[in-house]
């Protein structure tokens, strides 16, 4: 199917968000809650567009893009003047809670918000509340946090506030999360996450620390991964293969060589 | 005994009605949420006590029922004696031996107990000579007051469960559906969309299973109709859950109560085991092969469970938030089935549909807002409580006829409709019809029907920080023009009853109201604004006061008042002792002295002059 976007037309798939068409094909629309390795969720609003269809009457509408499916002949306009209003208005509003975001001062720049009009949280933090981090954390199969509390006070926590039983450690919410909101840190052979600590399992050959024991063994068991897969990190893994692979690729020049003697 | 049809259930009608005439009096006992409050379980006990030892001729405890609220919650505890329709207000317990002795054994009439019509001082002696009720057209709370909840025999007695055995022998779930839509009714929780439209729908979506649910959230600070309607006659809401799933093919259906709700809750089972042991609930209804079970979820707590898919997501076991809802929940609803949501009242209306038909139904009320309308009254009327009128009544006759007027005598100067999020309406709106779209078009809305009218002791400013307040606590917080944007509204709202804001505030709350509409993601964000919009638009003077002469001409916001003593002070010394900061000074006989300094505008020596002596400058 073929849909429109800001007057050119776009090949689209049966299944897919209009975003997915947008981020595929590089159309900028600013998207701060939405991340393909999750469902979407709808809760930044930056990625609203217009749509309409010839067969709608006329009739014209906004939704978020994220949560939108693709049907056939859609039209999309991605920077009506309301929907620039609706970004600098949303940034505006981001930019007083994380005042200090250097990813949120730079996206409201872009649409020309440098200072914010309102009234900046106290003791901010960087967390826009996207629920990324959540999110990813239930998709991975371990739900350690959750959010919390509702309205202005909502906030991202661990089960109690306390260091949650259920995180393994995979570091996948500082990952995804997009103002860097969540700290850890790996000194030695430890890791501490959300207050939590994890011992980290050594790779044999090098030494180096790179996998809590719990998310090893998470994989082991869950994902049909052999038992041994993490005694061995990845760089030795590979400057293994390098070797082998090296050893076979001269041992056919050695033979070539005494074929070449013989001859 | 299960009636298995129409002719079972008649019979037993009429035995219930033989039942009922057996009985020459009933003393009617008001167990709604205002009479509690007031009282009335010490009422009822005092009625036992003297009945125990009391012999009465024919008149036992039989005769006393404790009833769901008459409406007149302003005057409880009531006790309404049938068949005259004698009606006692404000009864204490010391009065009860006085109703035994003097009503009940000789006939009787106790003057002082009696209902005073608050514009001629008369006393008025039966129920449907009150102004309140004359006015009024009780259909979804036609049985309130009248029969016990908890006696599925009152409930039959007076039609109870007609519709189900017309509807399961003889028509079709379409032409159930044609008989919805034909009656025009839109549904009572909020948003007024077409009933029957959506029961199509949801019939029509190619599915095995279907849901049916009733949203009794009722989340409206100080609304009261579906939890009375719930609480007082539980068996009109199964009823019409009853023809509705028989309608869309529903074999389960909920009831989601609002957890700070336990008597709806516990009169909600009590109907559901009576409808099951007689067959109105359970396999086979009405000899046919149609099954139904009802299953009651208690709420999440919060005001924003009442979104229609946040409540699904509760009632689903999961955290009651919201979602984005491009495919709607009629078609992927409840376990991404297709749902019908109704709410309480809209539930209650649909017996009533089927046994007098939808004409019928349409012939009430307006063009494109059929049937009636319940309320919760409350704020500065004489006559606060629960009514209910047909659609295209006057704002007008609501609040003066009904209503009886402003309390104290003093002026009327807006009414406040739709709940938090709905819109406050001056003076020169009091002639509009009550309608959906009537509402709406004025700037506010009819919500699920809460009412809330004001004297011109109230600043507009103020109320719409206090809705504004209700709503920041309440946003689930999801998404950010709702969380952020509502509380840096409010925010502002504030700095204007400070004194502290400017004409450009002004003006940026507008704008961030018409963003926050535009972006947020459910119900609750998209009308948030409308508090502020709607007293911004017939009350800005009020907030050019605030903020250009920094005066609040309500004389509530502390930061711009300041209480002064004039001439008219007679020395009392009645404001001294009441003073929490001792800023009154005054010897008895002279004018006393308040000093500015000291005071903290707390308004206590106001309240208690009785001579007009304090002024809010
Ligand atoms: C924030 C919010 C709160 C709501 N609360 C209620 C409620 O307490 N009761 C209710 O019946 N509808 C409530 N609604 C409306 C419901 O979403 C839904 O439209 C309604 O239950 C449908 O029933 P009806 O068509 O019979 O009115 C609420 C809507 C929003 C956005
Ligand atoms: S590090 Fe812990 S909290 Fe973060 S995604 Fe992994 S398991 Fe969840
Ligand atoms: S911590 Fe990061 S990922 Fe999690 S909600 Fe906050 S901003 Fe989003
Ligand atoms: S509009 Fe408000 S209440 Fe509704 S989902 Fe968004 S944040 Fe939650
Ligand atoms: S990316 Fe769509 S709302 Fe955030």
Redesign the pocket.
């Known amino acids: 199917m073929k849909i429109q976007i800001n007057g050119r037309w776009y090949e689209a798939r049966e299944g897919e968000m209009v975003l997915d068409v947008l981020r595929r094909e590089g159309i900028d629309v600013p998207a701060l809650c939405a991340h393909e390795a999750v469902e979407p969720y709808g809760a930044c609003r930056l990625c609203m567009v217009e749509i309409t269809h010839e067969d709608w009457g006329g009739w014209k509408g906004n939704v978020t893009s994220c949560l939108y499916p693709v049907e056939d002949k859609l039209i999309v306009q991605t920077h009506t003047e309301d929907i620039i209003e609706l970004r600098k208005t949303v940034l505006n509003l981001l930019l007083a809670r994380c005042p200090n975001s250097p990813e949120i001062q730079k996206l409201a720049s872009e649409y020309g918000i440098d200072t914010t009009s309102f009234v900046p949280r106290e003791d901010a933090d960087n967390c826009i509340m996207c629920g990324l981090c959540t999110r990813v954390c239930t998709q991975m199969g371990f739900n350690a946090i959750s959010v919390a509390g509702r309205g202005y006070g909502r906030e991202i926590a661990t089960p109690l506030k306390e260091a949650p039983p259920d995180c393994v450690g995979c570091l996948a919410c500082v990952k995804i999360c997009p103002t860097h909101h969540i700290q850890y840190e790996d000194i030695g052979t430890t890791r501490e996450i959300w207050g939590r600590q994890f011992e980290l399992v050594k790779c044999k050959q090098c030494g180096k620390a790179l996998i809590t024991r719990e998310f090893a063994d998470y994989l082991i068991e869950n994902r049909d991964i052999p038992a041994d897969y993490f005694d061995i990190c990845d760089d030795c893994k590979r400057s293994g293969t390098a070797r082998d692979f090296k050893k076979l690729v001269h041992w056919e020049e050695k033979e070539e060589a005494e074929e070449e003697v013989s001859a | 005994m299960k009636i298995d049809s129409p002719d079972k259930l008649n019979a037993w009608k009429e035995e219930c009605l033989q039942k009922d005439a057996k009985l020459k009096k009933k003393v009617m006992v008001c167990f709604g949420p205002g009479c509690l409050a007031a009282g009335c379980r010490e009422i009822y006990a005092k009625f036992e006590e003297i009945l125990a030892e009391r012999k009465l001729g024919d008149i036992t405890l039989e005769s006393f029922k404790k009833t769901g609220c008459h409406g007149l919650c302003e005057k409880g505890p009531l006790v309404v004696i049938e068949p005259e329709g004698i009606f006692y207000n404000r009864v204490r317990t010391s009065q009860v031996k006085d109703i035994v002795e003097k009503t009940l054994a000789k006939g009787e009439i106790i003057e002082r107990l009696l209902y005073k019509n608050p514009k001629t001082k008369e006393r008025v002696l039966k129920y449907h000579d009150i102004d309140f009720y004359k006015k009024q057209t009780r259909l979804a709370l036609r049985n309130l007051g009248h029969i016990d909840p908890d006696n599925i025999e009152d409930y039959v007695m007076r039609d109870g469960y007609q519709s189900v055995a017309k509807v399961l022998t003889g028509m079709t779930p379409e032409e159930v559906i044609d008989e919805v839509k034909l009656s025009g009714i839109r549904?009572?929780?909020?948003?007024?969309?077409p009933?029957g439209r959506?029961w199509a729908t949801c019939r029509g979506v190619e599915s095995d299973v279907r849901y049916v649910i009733c949203?009794g959230?009722?989340?409206?600070p100080g609304a009261f109709m579906?939890r009375s309607i719930m609480e007082g006659d539980p068996h009109s809401v199964l009823e019409g859950m009853i023809v509705a799933s028989y309608a869309v093919g529903a074999r389960d259906a909920y009831i989601y109560v609002r957890e700070e709700y336990p008597l709806a809750v516990q009169h909600l089972y009590q109907a559901i085991d009576d409808a099951k042991e007689h067959g109105f609930l359970g396999e086979n209804i009405m000899g046919t092969d149609f099954s139904l079970d009802i299953h009651i979820s208690r709420g999440g707590g919060a005001?924003?469970c009442?979104?229609?898919s946040a409540?699904m997501k509760s009632v689903a076991g999961e955290v009651g938030e919201p979602r984005a809802k491009y495919i709607h929940s009629v078609v992927k609803g409840l376990w991404d089935k297709p749902t019908v949501?109704?709410?309480?009242e809209?539930f209650a209306n649909i017996p009533l549909i089927m046994n007098k038909g939808g004409d019928w139904f349409r012939s009430i009320g307006t063009e494109k807002s059929t049937g009636t309308k319940a309320f919760s009254l409350v704020g500065k009327v004489e006559n606060t409580g629960l009514i209910e009128v047909p659609m295209g009544t006057t704002l007008r006759e609501i609040i003066y006829d009904i209503g009886g007027g402003i309390k104290d005598g003093r002026k009327f100067k807006a009414v406040q409709t739709g709940g938090p999020s709905g819109g406050c309406l001056p003076e020169d709106k009091l002639d509009l019809p009550v309608d959906f779209d009537t509402l709406t078009k004025a700037g506010s809305m009819m919500g699920?029907g809460g009412m809330i009218v004001m004297d011109d002791h109230t600043c507009m400013v103020d109320v719409a920080k206090y809705f504004l307040k209700f709503l920041v606590d309440e946003s689930c917080g999801k998404d950010v023009p709702c969380r952020e944007g509502l509380y840096q509204l409010h925010k502002m709202v504030v700095k204007v009853t400070e004194g502290k804001a400017s004409e450009a505030d002004l003006q940026l709350m507008e704008h961030l109201s018409k963003y926050i509409i535009m972006g947020s993601l459910?119900?609750?964000g998209k009308s948030g604004p409308n508090p502020f919009l709607s007293t911004v638009r017939y009350f800005r003077d009020e907030y050019l006061a605030h903020i250009i002469d920094k005066k609040c001409p309500g004389g509530v916001c502390r930061d711009l008042i300041r209480f002064e003593i004039n001439d008219k002070c007679t020395g009392c010394t009645a404001c001294i002792a009441p003073c929490p900061v001792d800023a009154i000074t005054g010897e008895k006989d002279k004018i006393h002295i308040l000093d500015q300094e000291k005071c903290t505008k707390c308004g206590a020596c106001y309240a208690v002059c009785q001579f007009d002596a304090i002024d809010i400058i």
Not at chain 2, 187 to 193: D, E, K, L, W
Not at chain 2, 217 to 220: M, Q, V
């Open positions: 549904g009572r929780g909020g948003g007024g969309f009933a959506k949203n959230d009722e989340g409206d579906d005001f924003v009442g979104e229609s409540l949501l109704n709410n309480v809209t699920s459910c119900g609750l």
